[in-house]
T-cell receptor
Framework: QKEVEQNSGPLSVPEGAIASLNCTYS??????FFWYRQYSGKSPELIMF????GDKEDGRFTAQLNKASQYVSLLIRDSQPSDSATYLC??????????????FGQGTILTVHP | GAGVSQSPSNKVTEKGKDVELRCDPI?????LYWYRQSLGQGLEFLIY????????KSGLPSDRFSAERTGGSVSTLTIQRTQQEDSAVYLC?????????FGPGTRLLVL
């Protein structure tokens, strides 16, 4: 089992719709969760991070965390073609040799079509 | 302020040669990661430096790979006797709690 799993997609949504990106993780003790966006040929850029169960909203983006289910998601409201990119989920390890280390999922390709 | 910088931006080398990749993190950031990303693939963790602690080298793929971080700042990733499968983008990330920035990467091509 991979430590951080994402559906590779591609996920295609129409402009204006809600895009839902999902991520599961195996380390139950993980405390910090991050979403990155990566445009083709560019480096990842941090969109949001979340530490607590529940929702965290920032503009059109909402991160949702459920530690009991070991599940984190990213919702993008009013999707725009400029949101088309690969979205990477990352989890920070909880202890031992994993402490502080970020583990990334393989990423989900999102395409927003006009 | 200045972001994370990496050099060189592109490197073409011949199989068997050694290469050094450099990362200049953001001043004051406590942690630094090296990753590599092959075409169309996710990020592969290589090594992690946190303050003065011993680095987590668990991601280094072979003993041809090594990295150091001098004075808690600049880091160098060295690949000895490069192989064609080492071709990838090597990314450095500069980290402080809650804030993480990636550098632009070094695109390495081993012929």
């Amino acid at each position: 089992q991979k430590e951080v799993e994402q559906n590779s997609g591609p996920l295609s949504v129409p402009e204006g719709a809600i895009a839902s990106l999902n991520c599961t993780y195996s380390d139950r003790g993980s405390q910090s969760f991050f979403w990155y966006r990566q445009y083709s040929g560019k480096s990842p850029e941090l969109i949001m991070f979340i530490y607590s169960n529940g929702d965290k909203e920032d503009g059109r983006f909402t991160a949702q965390l459920n530690k009991a289910s070991q599940y984190v998601s990213l919702l993008i409201r009013d999707s725009q073609p400029s949101d088309s990119a690969t979205y990477l989920c990352a989890v920070k390890g909880s202890g031992g040799t994993s402490y502080g280390k970020l583990t990334f999922g393989q990423g989900t390709i999102l395409t927003v079509h006009p | 302020g200045a972001g994370v910088s990496q050099s060189p931006s592109n490197k073409v080398t011949e199989k068997g040669k050694d290469v050094e990749l450099r990362c200049d993190p953001i001043s004051g950031h406590t942690a630094l990661y090296w990753y590599r990303q092959s075409l169309g693939q996710g990020l592969e963790f290589l090594i992690y430096f946190q303050g003065n602690s011993a680095p987590d080298k668990s991601g280094l793929p072979s003993d041809r790979f090594s990295a150091e971080r001098t004075g808690g700042s600049v880091s160098t990733l060295t690949i000895q006797r490069t192989q064609q499968e080492d071709s990838a983008v090597y990314l450095c990330a500069s980290v402080t709690p809650g804030t993480q920035y990636f550098g632009p990467g070094t695109r390495l091509l081993v012929l």
